[in-house]
């Protein structure tokens, strides 16, 4: 039964209980449970028995006054063990203002929705009206106990058998949006869902076997899992990933959320866990850059992952992806098409990399499902398609069951004249929402007035159908606040909170946005949104935050691109008012991820307002804090999420930001993406980039960047194999340095054409350029006479290559001692590397047994540093020099692991001249498993 935990200071306790004696109510009827600390009897350890209450608790009340706010134990033991439940599970916490106090000025308790609802604290009213204020609070707390599943009585389960309970704190769907309960025609899908979940009853039962007698689901319920086991081990495939794709407004989040309900009135029929997430809930816009930080990171940390921030994007999805599969659990990804690629490049194909490998990792193995809502088929799955990653289309609804979903929406008419309605409007399942519901109250139900409602220039536009009902509201609701708030939820693109939407209310009236909102009450406020709610313009309320306000994607976009076409003005000014309030919202300079959001939101807006320069000082002194690699990519290790604020920059991804700025800021910006878009192994787009910061340096005469810039450039370029544009850039950057008239930056375009004459094979020029450069090395810097960082590993890389592994061992021994705090975490790795091939090609030139030093110990450093450094563009260094490693020793099955890894790597960012190398160690594998396999003719 769950649980209610009132927090409350002694002084209060006559507040107490008063409201407790309202809970009892629910108590009485069997709903819940409420704790205090008077429930702790005389003799008991009353410290283990709260904490063992906060984590029991499914709804905790905070009785808000100055007692509570000065209570030494309340602040330091009991608030902070509610927060965080709340923050990595959930928690249900409601603060309740008891007596006035200053409350909205502590910081961790203001961002929470409080209570009573008009903001009045309890101790200001009096008879009907203090009651009125308890009750509502006890029929919302009755309300979230409702959402928080029960056991249903089916047939398959006898009343009296026990049955598989998830606790609450292993079940997360707040992320979810909040859908109508209606859904007509799906009866077919709600079983693929069913079928797909079944799929892997044989690892329940097996389970169910194992679970401690009184600990695992009841014998009734095991047999239906034996029985639907039995038919998985007779060929049934086992669904790992189960992709909903359709075009927007057809019903898939409607369709997840029913099957969910269903699920849930079942226990969740075997799950360990529950997780949703939608990314629109986190702000996502089809066609902008999106990231899935947010996502990983939360899900990492609600998982139990030690340190959600450690590692590459690719490691975080493998580690999400071990988590999830420790055990059964059910995952809910909604709207994940702003992370994938438009048509026509590459359609569907996710952006984010820790989100691929993570989707990857659990299509191979996963004793749960994973449910995915797409307007676009997932590219990355194809390779398991129709085998455990099942992908099903999600189609209009049919003439009839269209014709049934508007007589329950209340539309009059004949059967035959809903069927053409249905019919008409494509049986799209918003536009036959709106529709009904527009008829109903607009012309009493009267199905022959759709004739009424006008056809859009685009019917090949995606959502055109329900397009058309949006227009035909905008004009019925012409002059109304309620088309005015569906012009504010135009600016968003995520669910909108008070304080934003208040900030756009506030005086002076946006012209012609929030002239009719002005003066608007509060209690006429709530019923305007009521009535958008019950048009069903507007998402049922949500229990969690529900003076939040959401609505559909496309009633987002459609109002949004009206309000730009029509008001830029107004357009402009709302965002900047959005701006000013997610810019002092945010934290000055935020630790986590997820208090960097509302910076992440004053950007977007700022960008949308075009007050670029002033959000430009916001994210180099916020985000990026000064220094070239921002603390958001080197500290929270979100480099997806810098580069989705990056974007907002930009007329033209990735090559032309906006004209305002000036051209120092445009040179911050291309350099950042570019520098973003390599960690992320988009390189292709990272030489777009680095090209337009390279037009902008040259044009600038700005030649220590400009020599930079090209010096980059020449590194990507052959890293994608295109050795033509690596020379010609690498001799660029000698030609732009004779005009630094600086010499280590000669010095360094030198080195960076020596590399690339290494590469064709060129060995005595190269050389002969990195001794000239070396001796450069020690006039400019006499205290380190070898060249170090990138470029001593790439004259360590010729050295090897021309057989001198001791000069290397020595260059080596030498960066060890040499070592400086300001080291990066690849020239660290890169001076293992070196080391670690130096020590293995003396064994084999010496042909004796390993040095006293052994190389895999170096080796294992270089990776961790790579991986840590998340540069995977040189990743595949490491791996294929182990694998190197691993095939001459014998050890062919690790060898191939590596050569794998590096070949995944390779391929996921077109990096030409590893895929190259790769090949070449696949054949060396083959040649040596030929060796060691004779052929049967030659052996005994």
């Known amino acids: 039964m769950p649980s209610v935990f009132i927090s409350y200071s002694h002084k209060d306790e006559e507040w107490k209980d008063r409201v407790v004696t309202h809970l009892r109510v629910l108590e009485m009827e069997g709903m819940l449970d409420v704790w205090d600390d008077r429930r702790i009897e005389g003799g008991d350890d009353w410290k283990p028995e709260i904490e063992k209450a906060i984590n029991n608790a499914s709804i905790a009340i905070l009785m808000i006054s100055a007692n509570f706010l000065t209570s030494k134990f309340i602040l330091g033991e009991e608030a902070p063990k509610l927060l965080k439940r709340r923050a990595k599970e959930g928690l249900r916490v409601i603060p309740l203002i008891v007596k006035p106090c200053a409350w909205q000025q502590v910081k961790w308790l203001s961002p929470i929705q409080a209570r009573p609802l008009d903001g009045k604290p309890l101790s200001t009213k009096r008879g009907h009206n203090l009651d009125s204020s308890i009750v509502a609070l006890a029929e919302e707390v009755a309300k979230f106990v409702k959402r928080m599943e029960t056991p249903a009585k089916t047939s398959e389960v006898s009343e009296t058998s026990e049955v598989w309970r998830i606790p609450p704190d292993k079940i997360s769907l707040a992320k979810l949006p909040s859908t109508s309960p209606d859904l007509f025609g799906r009866e077919d899908r709600l079983k693929e869902l069913d079928a797909a979940w079944d799929s892997g009853a044989s690892v329940i039962a097996s389970e169910a076997k194992q679970s401690p007698s009184g600990e695992g689901i009841a014998s009734t319920e095991e047999r239906r899992l034996a029985t639907l086991a039995s038919g998985a081990s007779a060929g049934v495939t086992k669904i790992n990933i189960f992709s909903l794709v359709a075009w927007g407004g057809v019903g898939k989040s409607a369709l997840v959320n029913k099957w969910l309900t269903q699920m849930g009135r079942d226990n969740f029929r075997g799950a360990k866990r529950v997780y949703g997430w939608s990314f629109y809930s986190q702000g996502a816009a089809e066609g902008r850059q999106v990231s899935a930080d947010q996502f990983i990171a939360a899900a990492l940390t609600w998982f139990g992952d030690p340190d959600p921030t450690a590692g590459s994007p690719w490691d975080k999805g493998e580690r999400l992806a071990e988590l999830v599969k420790q055990s059964r659990t059910l995952l809910i990804l909604d709207g994940l098409e702003p992370l994938q690629n438009p048509p026509p490049v590459e359609t569907g194909r996710i952006k984010d990399p820790a989100l691929v490998s993570f989707l990857r990792e659990v299509a191979r193995q996963n004793p749960g499902l994973v449910v995915i809502s797409t307007r676009l088929a997932v590219d990355d799955l194809k390779d398991f398609k129709d085998g455990s990653a099942k992908e099903t289309d999600l189609e209009s609804l049919s003439d009839e069951s269209g014709a049934a979903y508007l007589k329950h929406l209340g539309v009059d008419g004949t059967d035959a004249e809903r069927q053409q309605a249905s019919h008409d409007f494509g049986g799209h399942a918003l536009a036959l929402t709106l529709l009904g519901r527009y008829l109903k109250v607009v012309h009493n139900g009267d199905i022959r007035k759709r004739g009424e409602i006008p056809h859009v220039m685009d019917e090949q536009k995606q959502g055109a159908h329900a397009r058309r009902v949006m227009e035909s509201y905008e004009r019925w609701l012409q002059g109304k606040p309620e088309l005015d708030i569906l012009r504010l939820m135009g600016l968003f693109d995520r669910p909108a909170e008070k304080g934003a939407l208040d900030a756009l209310r506030k005086e002076p009236a946006i012209p012609g946005l929030t002239d009719s909102l002005q003066k608007l009450s509060e209690a006429n406020w709530k019923y305007a949104v009521n009535n958008l709610r019950e048009l069903r313009l507007l998402a049922p309320e949500d229990l969690y935050v529900p003076d939040e306000l959401d609505c559909h994607p496309l009633l987002r976009e459609h109002f949004g691109e ?107 910006l291309l350099s950042s993406a570019g520098f973003r878009l390599r960690s992320l192994a988009r390189l292709e787009e990272a030489a777009q980039a680095i090209q337009s910061a390279l037009e902008i340096t040259m044009v600038r005469q700005d030649w220590g960047n400009a020599v930079r810039d090209a010096i980059n450039l020449s590194g990507l370029y052959m890293t994608l194999g295109d050795v033509n544009e690596a020379v010609g850039y690498a001799m660029l950057s000698i030609e732009i340095a004779k005009r630094s008239n600086d010499s280590r930056t000669q010095m360094l375009s030198n080195i960076r054409f020596a590399h690339c004459l290494h590469q064709l094979g060129n060995f005595d020029e190269s050389k002969a350029i990195f001794h000239q450069a070396e001796y450069t090395q020690t006039v400019t810097e006499p205290e380190y006479t070898l060249l170090y960082g990138k470029q001593g590993f790439e004259y360590c890389e010729l050295l090897l290559d021309l057989g001198k592994p001791e000069e290397v061992l020595k260059r080596s021994k030498s960066m060890f001692e040499w070592r400086v705090p300001t080291d990066t975490l690849v020239e660290v790795a890169l001076d293992n590397l070196a080391f670690g091939k130096a020590l293995f090609q003396l064994r084999l030139l010496e042909q004796r047994l390993a040095p006293i030093e052994n190389p895999a110990t170096y080796f294992e450093f270089a990776l961790d540093g790579l991986r840590e450094s998340g540069q995977q563009d040189e990743l595949p260094l490491g791996l294929l020099a182990r694998a190197e490693y691993y095939r001459l020793t014998g050890d062919l099955v690790k060898a191939q692991k590596d050569v794998d890894e590096a070949f995944t790597i390779a391929t996921r960012g077109g990096m030409g001249l590893h895929l190259a190398d790769c090949h070449l160690e696949y054949a060396r594998l083959n040649v040596k498993r030929s060796i060691r396999t004779p052929h049967r003719g030659l052996s005994r």
């Open 562 to 668: 009206k309000l730009n076409a029509e008001n830029a003005k107004a357009w402009q000014e709302a965002h900047g008012r959005l701006y000013e309030y997610y810019k002092f919202t945010a934290k000055e300079l935020p630790d986590t991820l997820e208090e960097m959001a509302p910076l992440f939101a004053a950007v977007m807006h700022g960008c949308q307002a075009r007050l670029y320069k002033r959000s430009f000082v916001d994210y180099y002194t916020r985000i990026l804090r000064g220094g070239d690699i921002s603390y958001c990519c080197s500290q929270l290790g979100a480099i997806g999420a810098d580069l989705a604020s990056l974007f907002n920059f930009f007329e033209i991804p990735w090559s032309r930001p906006a004209a305002t700025l000036t051209d120092d800021m445009k040179g911050v």
